[in-house]
C-alpha cells in the first residue's frame, strides 16, 4: 500500500468514527459543532454562509 492509500484510509476512518459518533445524523453533527465552536472561541460551522461571501473560484473571503 502506498502513502497516499494511507492517508486516504486515515481520513476515511475519521469520517466514519465521526459520523457513528453522531448517529450518522447531519441535525446531530451540525449541533455538535456548534457546541463546540462556542467553547473553543472559532468559527467552525455557519449553516447561513452558504454563497455569503464566497470569491468566483469558490473560495471564502475571510
Same mark, same amino acid.
Given at each position: &500500500?502506498? &502513502?497516499? !492509500?494511507?492517508?486516504?484510509?486515515?481520513?476515511?476512518?475519521?469520517?466514519? !468514527?465521526?459520523? @457513528?459518533? $453522531?448517529?450518522?445524523?447531519?441535525? #446531530?453533527? @451540525?449541533?455538535?459543532?456548534?457546541?463546540?465552536?462556542?467553547?473553543?472561541?472559532?468559527?467552525?460551522?455557519?449553516? $447561513?454562509?452558504?454563497?455569503? !461571501?464566497? #470569491?468566483?473560484?469558490?473560495?471564502?473571503?475571510?
Amino acid at each position: &500500500m502506498n &502513502m497516499k !492509500d494511507e492517508v486516504l484510509q486515515e481520513v476515511w476512518k475519521a469520517k466514519d !468514527d465521526l459520523g @457513528a459518533r $453522531h448517529n450518522y445524523d447531519v441535525h #446531530r453533527l @451540525a449541533e455538535a459543532l456548534q457546541a463546540k465552536e462556542g467553547t473553543s472561541g472559532h468559527a467552525i460551522l455557519d449553516l $447561513h454562509a452558504r454563497g455569503k !461571501d464566497r #470569491r468566483s473560484d469558490g473560495s471564502v473571503r475571510h
